[in-house]
């Protein structure tokens, strides 16, 4: 059974200060690091790969295209960052608000575009969100819980891959229907963390396009172009509901095989056979089946929007939840402080520091 707010919030409403607020589980003591040295850390380990993704560098990920045994290591694993089990099931019987979820996903894909965010970001940001609804029932009659779920998803993404990450508070962008402190959308971020067991390395389906491809067209490096074809597929299969039935890895095959067949004019039975030992061919033939119904592009990948933001309105209170909020005289905790881009939304009247009645 899902864990309740006000159980899952009192566990974070512990005595941190704002420099040690990031779990680091790789750390020899378990302990907490700053969040310079998190957000520095994961910069080092690979933050240009988005750019990699079109400017024809060696993997689709950024890294040297997998071995066998990691490629097997990462099918292993790739369940750990995947929904519970019943996500799709619930969503479909209407059990979980698909609604909801279709509205916070064109907002992510706005505020991505808007940023020119690489396609990993969206991929990730997404991610967490459907494991984090998976796995946490957010309250019923509270829309903007979504809202805020999604600024902090998105914000965690940003985080873990792009170089130039956009304060929180500039990230509520593109028509959002609510705006949060930088504070509030902190607590947020924590109890996604909390709830996704700080596994935000996701094993995505862009982890095996590139040696997918590879082993299908029998070439040392995936071109560019089959790359920037694959990368708008899988974009494209993030608001279909039926594609969270399928691992990363067969959505990532169905992918390579629906490029190579309709672009290299590879016979699919071929492109099958070569990656047969890595995945299931039913599922991933019924994959290509649901890929071929797609219609491009896909939101995530249409050009940036225009510089001026939509900025939003919101009802006073929102902002400092009781069941979010903790207190600190710093804001701006979890957001790049030398990030490039303007602070428009900073500059709109700041709202009282109410507390919600209830969660």
């Known amino acids: 059974m899902a864990p309740s707010m006000d159980c899952a919030v009192s566990s974070l409403l512990c005595a941190e200060d704002n420099n040690s607020i990031f779990y680091n589980e790789d750390d020899d003591d378990f302990g907490f690091v700053?969040?310079?040295?998190?957000?520095?850390?994961?910069?080092?380990?690979?933050?240009?790969?988005?750019?990699?993704?079109?400017?024809?560098?060696?993997?689709?990920?950024?890294?040297?295209?997998?071995?066998?045994e990691c490629l097997a290591l990462m099918i292993e694993k790739?369940?750990?960052h995947m929904p519970a089990v019943d996500y799709f099931d619930r969503l479909r019987n209407g059990d979980l608000d698909?609604?909801?979820?279709?509205?916070?996903?064109d907002w992510i894909a706005k505020v991505h575009s808007h940023f020119s965010f690489g396609p990993m970001c969206a991929y990730l940001a997404v991610n967490y969100l459907d494991r984090f609804l998976s796995a946490y029932d957010l309250p019923k009659g509270k829309a903007w819980m979504m809202q805020l779920l999604g600024v902090a998803c998105l914000s965690l993404a940003a985080k873990m891959e792009e170089t130039d990450v956009p304060l929180s508070l500039d990230l509520q962008v593109e028509d959002a229907k609510f705006v949060f402190e930088a504070r509030t959308i902190q607590r947020m971020e924590l109890l996604v963390l909390s709830t996704l067991k700080w596994r935000m390395q996701a094993i995505t389906p862009l982890s095996f396009?590139?040696?997918?491809?590879?082993?299908?067209?029998?070439?040392?490096?995936a071109s560019r172009s089959l790359i920037n074809k694959s990368v708008q597929l899988i974009l494209s299969t993030l608001k279909g509901i039926h594609f969270l039935e399928y691992k990363p890895?067969?959505?990532?095959?169905?992918?390579?095989?629906?490029?190579a067949v309709k672009t290299e004019t590879i016979d699919s039975e071929k492109a099958i056979s070569a990656l047969v030992q890595h995945v299931q061919k039913d599922k991933v033939m019924k994959c290509v089946e649901l890929i071929q119904?797609?219609?491009l592009p896909s939101d995530f990948i249409k050009g940036p929007s225009a510089p001026i933001p939509s900025v939003p309105q919101s009802p006073i209170g929102v902002l400092d939840a009781a069941c979010l909020s903790y207190r600190s005289d710093e804001s701006g905790v979890g957001s790049c402080a030398n990030s490039s881009h303007s602070s428009p939304i900073a500059k709109r009247r700041k709202l009282n520091d109410t507390k919600m009645d209830e969660c």
Request: glycine fraction near 6%; proline fraction near 1%; avoid cysteine.
């Open 293 to 295: 119904e797609l219609s």
């Open 249 to 259: 890895s067969e959505i990532a095959a169905a992918v390579a095989i629906s490029v």
């Open 34 to 68: 700053e969040e310079d040295r998190w957000y520095s850390r994961n910069h080092r380990n690979g933050q240009e790969n988005n750019k990699r993704l079109f400017y024809g560098e060696e993997s689709l990920t950024g890294i040297p295209l997998q071995s066998e």
């Open 209 to 221: 396009t590139d040696y997918f491809l590879k082993k299908i067209t029998d070439d040392q490096i």
């Open 78 to 80: 790739e369940s750990e």
């Open 98 to 105: 698909i609604g909801a979820r279709d509205e916070i996903l």
